[in-house]
C-alpha cells in the first residue's frame, strides 16, 4: 500500500482493537448468560435497574450509551419474561419509566457470580493493567459526552 494511505491500514486503527475486544468480551458472557436466558445487553440494563430499580428509558439509553430503537425491543422481551415493566411517568407521559420487578430483582442472586467468573476468564491482563484500562476507557467515554 502506498505510503500516503498508511493510515488507511487496519493495523493503525485504534477503533478495531476496542472493537474486536468488545465483541470477545461480550462473547465471553453467553455461557454465563445464554442459561438464564439473557443478552449481554439485557444484562447490563438489568444491572442498572438492580442499582436504580426505577429509570426511564431515556436515562436507561444514556446509561448504556445506547438508542430507543436499540432499547425498546429489548425491553419489550424483558417486560415479556416478567423481569421488568414499562409505565408512562405520571409526571410527563411522553417518558416511559423502567421498573424492575420482584422476578427481575430475583435474577440478581443468580447473576452475583458472573463478574468474578469474567474476571478469572484467562484475560493477559494484570489487576493494575486493567484497572488503568477501566481508566483510560472511562476517560475516552467522558470526552465522548462532552
Request: with cysteine.
Amino acid at each position: 500500500m502506498a505510503q500516503k494511505y498508511k493510515q488507511l491500514l487496519l493495523k493503525n486503527q485504534l477503533c478495531f482493537p476496542l472493537y474486536a475486544c468488545s465483541r470477545k468480551i461480550v462473547g465471553s458472557y453467553t455461557p454465563y448468560l445464554k442459561p438464564l436466558g439473557l443478552t449481554y445487553t439485557q444484562y447490563v440494563v438489568l444491572m442498572v435497574l438492580w442499582e436504580k430499580e426505577s429509570v426511564s428509558v431515556g436515562q436507561l439509553g444514556e446509561t448504556l450509551c445506547l438508542d430507543a430503537g436499540t432499547l425498546t425491543p429489548l425491553l419489550k422481551r424483558l417486560e415479556k419474561a416478567g423481569y421488568v415493566t414499562r409505565q408512562r411517568s405520571k409526571e410527563d407521559e411522553r417518558v416511559t419509566m423502567i421498573s424492575i420487578t420482584p422476578e427481575g430483582d430475583a435474577l440478581k442472586e443468580k447473576c452475583k457470580d458472573i463478574p468474578a467468573k469474567m474476571a478469572k476468564n484467562g484475560s493477559a491482563l494484570t489487576e493494575e493493567d486493567a484497572k488503568e484500562l477501566y481508566r483510560l476507557l472511562y476517560l475516552f467515554l467522558e470526552d465522548d459526552q462532552k
